[in-house]
C-alpha cells in the first residue's frame, strides 16, 4: 500500500552529522547543478531522493520503486521497515526517526474491462475539486490536505518504460487491465492524525496504517459514481417520469440525505417558511421511493467489492 513518502531528519537526529560525509555516500545527481537551484541536491538512494535545505535533510521518493523498480509489486510492511534499517547502516541516515511530511498509499486493481470505463463512472462530488486529465487516463479528486486519483496503470507504465526500469513488471501485467486508485497527503500530516508528531517509525503500528487504509477506503465512498438509470414499467405518465429525473439529478447533488440536510439548513437561516420546509420534505420523501430504479453500473459494483476486500497492509 505504500508508496511514495516524504520525511525530513534534523541534523540533531543524525550522529556525528557531516553533510559532505553523507553526500559522499549518495549516487550523485550530476545533471543537477546545485547553486542553480534553490533547494541543495545531494544525491539519491536508490529511486529516493535525498535533499539538504534550511538545515535539514529531507529524503522523498517511491518506496516500492526503491525495493523492486516499480509500484505495482507491493512490498510488505516487513520489506518497508527492512528498506529503512538498510539506509540507516549505510548512509547513517536513522530514517525511522524523521518525521513524515508527505505520504501515499495506493493499490493496484486488475478489473474486467479497460479502465476508461471505470473513470468514466466516476462523477462530480460536492467538497472536492474534480479533474479529469484524457491524456493521462486520470482523474483526480482535491481536497485542502489530500488528494484522491484513480488513473490506468497498464498505460502510465506503457507511457514511461523508455524514461523508468521496468524489468521487474509482473509477467502479463501489459496485456491486463490495470487500475490504481492511491490517496495522497502532502501537508498538516501531524494535524490530521491523532498521533502527535508523525514519526516513521509509526508504520510499525497496525493502528497507524489501519487509519490511513481505513481514510484510503472511506473517502473512495464518499466519491459519487454514476447510476444506471433503468425506465421500469411504472413510469406510466409524466409526472412519474419527472419524478425519476428529478431522483437522478438528486444523487449527482450528493443524495436524498445530503439535500434533506441542506433544506433544513436553509430553513433553519431563515430564506424559507416552516410550511414550505415541511412541503419540500415531503416532495423529497415522496419521490426517494423510487430510488430503485436506480442501480449501481457493473462496473462500480466491481471496482467497490475490490475495494472493499483490501482490510490489510
Known sequence: MLDTITV?????????????????KLEPMDSLKEELNPDVFIGRINNLTVQFKRGKLYITGSIPKAI???????????????????IKEIFGLPIKLARIVGIDIGYNFEMDHPVQKYLDCLTETPGFTRIRHKNKNSVYYMRSNYTLIFYDKTKEVKRKRYSESTCNLPEGFEDKYVLRY????????????????????????????????????????EINKALNLTLEAGIKNLPAFKNQIALNGIGQLGGVKRLVEAVK?????????????????????KISKNDSQFAELDYIKELNEKISRIKSW
Do not use: A
Open 8 to 24: 525530513v531528519l534534523e541534523p540533531g537526529e543524525i550522529k556525528d552529522f557531516n553533510l559532505e560525509e553523507i553526500k559522499g
Open 182 to 221: 492511491e490517496i495522497r497527503f502532502r501537508s498538516r500530516i501531524d494535524s490530521s492524525f491523532k498521533f502527535g508528531v508523525v514519526r516513521t517509525l509509526l508504520l510499525h503500528s497496525l493502528t497507524f496504517r489501519n487509519e490511513l487504509l481505513q481514510r484510503w477506503e472511506k473517502y473512495y465512498f
Open 68 to 86: 523492486y523498480q516499480n509500484n505495482l509489486i507491493i512490498p510488505s510492511i516487513d520489506e518497508i521497515l527492512c528498506c529503512f534499517d538498510l
Open 265 to 285: 439548513d436553509y430553513w433553519k437561516e431563515g430564506h424559507i417558511e416552516k410550511k414550505t420546509y415541511d412541503s419540500m420534505r415531503k416532495w423529497i420523501k
